[in-house]
């Protein structure tokens, strides 16, 4: 079974900017969870996806959103963009019943 | 406010040897526990997970889980310079799939 999938890999965005980044579970997963890491804050979860619905969502401000759509694939979307945007934005997918997450290899998003 | 938290590290022991890796979760109502092993420039790759008390053993890796303690455990048996990389323990706190909370990470090293 092929993983998670990410794209793009690389971003640099200017202050002020807006983002989009996309995932795609694997294959059978519905739920898709989106996470932020940086090496200050270490990894925080930013929110959940399940059959198109948010099923969670952490402690981000309204800028961080996202949607999931009817294939289980994932988008997020940062709106003016924050020098402290600037991290590696995992998405990682779990099957149905199971608690286990399998991430992607992640978005490193430089905000200059 | 629910926390993991582990020795950030690190964590330094000869080729051959037991490393042993500890976390320590605040939420009683946390039902899932997870480690998971990030290479540098990686995204988190998980190794193990423990949904009982008790011991876990998959290869050389064991979990040891003591919900009473609120404490989770990785051992890595006969450690390889190759298993040099930061440990991150997660916890789901419950409810749905998609919810971990993590702790900074442990770093590991194991000297040949």
């Known amino acids: 079974k092929a993983g998670v999938t990410q794209t793009p890999r690389y971003l640099i965005k200017t202050r002020g900017q807006q983002v989009t980044l996309s995932c795609s579970p694997i294959s059978g997963h519905r739920s898709v969870s989106w996470y932020q890491q940086t090496p200050g804050q270490g990894l925080q979860f930013l929110f959940e996806?399940?059959?198109?619905?948010?099923?969670n969502k952490g402690n981000f401000p309204g800028r961080f959103s996202g949607r999931q759509f009817s294939n289980s694939r994932s988008e997020m979307n940062v709106s003016t963009l924050e020098l402290g945007d600037s991290a590696l934005y995992l998405c990682a997918s779990s099957g149905d019943s199971r608690y286990e997450q399998y991430f992607g290899p992640g978005t490193r998003l430089t905000v200059t | 406010q629910k926390e993991v938290e582990q020795n950030s590290g690190p964590l330094s022991v000869p080729e051959g040897a037991i490393a042993s890796l500890n976390c320590t979760y605040s939420d009683r109502g946390s039902q899932s526990f997870f480690w998971y092993r990030q290479y540098s420039g990686k995204s988190p790759e998980l190794i193990m997970f423990?949904?009982?008390?008790g011991d876990k053993e998959d290869g050389r890796f064991t979990a040891q889980l003591n919900k009473a303690s609120q404490y989770v455990s990785l051992l890595i048996r006969d450690s390889q310079p190759s298993d040099s990389a930061t440990y991150l323990c997660?916890?789901?706190?419950?409810?749905?799939?998609?919810?971990?909370?993590f702790g900074k990470g442990t770093k590991l090293s194991v000297k040949p």
């Open positions: 423990i949904y009982s008390n």
């Open positions: 997660a916890v789901n706190i419950g409810g749905s799939q998609g919810n971990l909370i």
């Open positions: 996806y399940f059959s198109e619905t948010q099923r």
